[in-house]
């Protein structure tokens, strides 16, 4: 593999994917490695590596899309899948002017990534774990990396490169009191390199599932019933998504199978409830300078107290209604 990628036939590659009257096209190209490594009781048991590498090219007519992808970025494997992508098209000329994007490079990164290293933190995690509390038994932790880069180009006169770096971590205590057990886990991910996460951000991890374990011993059955719920942030953004998050998304309200269809500006809740979206928060995992279709990240209010202010758009949908 080499060590700097640089795609200088990104105008012929684009030039033959709208070979077919296509009306947008654009190449995308990832080099990813990703790691794991899982402790059980201070065992390993189970480690994964992996490496995700390639182009893909895709070509937009009206509201379809094709799409191929190869292994191979030398210029006759791009032009042929640019050639499968371009059937999408039902023409048989290109446009007639398009802007060409800056040609960029991007170094290709090493796989530096110690997984003795890891095993390390993993091992001082569950000492720490342990440390903490006399009635933990079991212990389960495992961190996983994702390096991510890409280059992207498109017809638009759009090119940048971009590097997308992920730690996550999960950690499982179970604990013993006068024979009963109780489990809890915590997890955490940021959009960070593993060997800059912080010592102290594991060890509030640690201290977050070792009390929410402990808790679980003095928990007593509630009563049934209707009564006010508070839902605290993290798991309850998670819920919102599954709730109603898809429901959102541009492509299901443009065929009309979301509960928002045709709602737009109608009053959809209460008026204290707004709902954001937001690409920017930095180190969040989602946090984006630029997405996989080449926009950059941003913060988008979905509901506006309690009335429906946006969808969630690609390229395809934001064209059919007319917004960005």
């Known amino acids: 593999m080499q060590s700097v990628l640089c795609l200088p036939y990104a105008d012929k590659v684009l030039d033959e994917a709208l070979g077919r009257g296509g009306d947008y096209a654009e190449i995308f190209v990832e080099n990813t490695t990703v790691h794991s490594l899982e402790l059980q009781d201070q065992l390993v048991s189970q480690t994964q590596q992996s490496l995700i590498y390639g182009a893909g090219i895709r070509v937009l007519k ?166 006010p719920v508070v839902m605290a942030p993290g798991a309850s953004g998670i819920l919102m998504h599954e709730a109603i998050g898809h429901a959102f998304e541009a492509d299901f309200n443009r065929v009309g199978t979301s509960i928002f269809a045709g709602r737009m500006g109608q009053q959809i809740c209460k008026p204290e409830v707004t709902i954001v979206d937001d690409g920017t928060l930095a180190e969040d995992v989602g946090c984006l300078r630029w997405d996989d279709e080449g926009i950059a990240g941003q913060r988008t209010v979905l509901v506006d107290k309690g009335v429906l202010n946006s969808y969630m758009h690609d390229r395809i949908s934001a064209r059919h209604y007319g917004v960005e």
Do not use: W
């Open 62 to 227: 009206d509201a379809c899309t094709g799409y191929a992808y190869t292994m191979d970025l030398g210029l006759p494997a791009m032009l042929n899948a640019a050639r499968f992508a371009a059937t999408v098209g039902n023409g048989a000329c290109r446009p007639a002017a398009y802007p060409m994007p800056q040609v960029v490079e991007m170094p290709l990164l090493e796989d530096n990534v110690s997984i003795e290293l890891v095993k390390k933190r993993l091992l001082q995690l569950d000492e720490e774990v342990r440390n903490m509390d006399v009635r933990i038994i079991r212990v389960k932790a495992a961190i996983s990396t994702r390096n991510q880069q890409v280059m992207f180009v498109n017809s638009q006169g759009i090119s940048f490169t971009d590097y997308r770096p992920r730690t996550s971590v999960f950690l499982r205590v179970v604990m013993e009191q006068n024979g009963q057990t109780q489990m809890g886990f915590a997890t955490l991910s940021l959009q960070k390199e593993f060997h800059l996460l912080p010592k102290e951000t594991l060890t509030d991890l640690a201290r977050t599932a070792v009390s929410r374990t402990a808790f679980l011993f003095d928990a007593v059955q509630p009563e049934g019933g209707e009564m």
